[in-house]
Antibody, heavy 120, light 107 residues
Framework: VQLVQSGGDLVHPGGSLTLSCAAS????????MNWVRQAPGKGLEWVSV???????LYADSVKGRFTISRDTSSNTLYLQMDSLRGGDTAVYYC???????????????WGQGALVTVSS | DIQTTQSPSSLSASVGDRVTITCRAS??????LNWYQQKPGKAPKLLIY???TLQTAVPSRFSGSGSGTDFTLTINGLQPEDLATYYC?????????FGQGTKVEIK
């Protein structure tokens, strides 16, 4: 069970970038999948979730600019990021939200992270 | 939104010491509280879930306790490889919220 990320890059302000997160050992489409980011020297900030049923949720800081999606054929999670700003500079992690018997839940596993730098 | 506050924000301890990190939620999260370990330059790794359940392969010197609003992560016998930042994470509400992290350094 693992997540392998790709797509991090240097982008100009106002630009776009798509991150990928390929899963193995489990099915992305039947799990709640999240993106979490970490700005340089800072803590963890939740970004977005796509639920198994397909509905999505975003942090206020990225709403209207980021889009989370998944592809069942490739078992991959995506984060499309548009209108990027300096404040979006961070390492982005994907993570599966795993559930226990009583609705308790936790993030495991995590991808290795992808660095997105927004700078001119 | 439920806020989660960790203390201390950093600590320095010697090898073999007992280390305690606390996490307080702004309202009850029952036992929907997880702990992650993030070593420098690495992704976070699940350490403890549902307040006190040790993830597979995590050394038994780590333990978690608490319920409601107050939780504790304890390292009994700190080891050099425990140098890391530790985050609590409540998932009673969706999406959950992370604590601000506690950086553990070795004296």
């Amino acid at each position: 069970v693992q997540l392998v990320q790709s797509g991090g890059d240097l982008v100009h302000p106002g630009g776009s970038l798509t991150l990928s997160c390929a899963a193995s050992g489990f099915t992305v489409a039947t799990n709640h999948m999240n993106w979490v980011r970490q700005a340089p020297g800072k803590g963890l900030e939740w970004v977005s979730v796509i639920y198994a049923g397909g509905s999505t949720l975003y942090a206020d800081s990225v709403k209207g600019r980021f889009t989370i999606s998944r592809d069942t054929s490739s078992n991959t999670l995506y984060l499309q990021m548009d209108s990027l700003r300096g404040g979006d500079t961070a390492v982005y992690y994907c993570a599966r939200q795993k559930y226990g018997e009583f609705g308790d839940n936790w993030f495991d596993p995590w991808g290795q992270g992808a660095l997105v730098t927004v700078s001119s | 939104d439920i806020q989660t506050t960790q203390s201390p924000s950093s600590l320095s301890a010697s090898v073999g010491d007992r280390v305690t990190i606390t996490c307080r939620a702004s309202q009850s999260v029952h036992n929907y509280l997880n702990w992650y370990q993030q070593k420098p330059g690495k992704a976070p790794k699940l350490l403890i879930y549902v307040a006190s359940t040790l993830q597979t392969a995590v050394p038994s010197r780590f333990s978690g306790s608490g319920s409601g609003t107050d939780f504790t992560l304890t390292i009994n016998g700190l080891q050099p490889e425990d140098l890391a930042t530790y985050y609590c994470h409540q998932t009673y509400t969706s999406p959950g919220t992370f604590g601000q992290g506690t950086k553990v350094e070795i004296k």
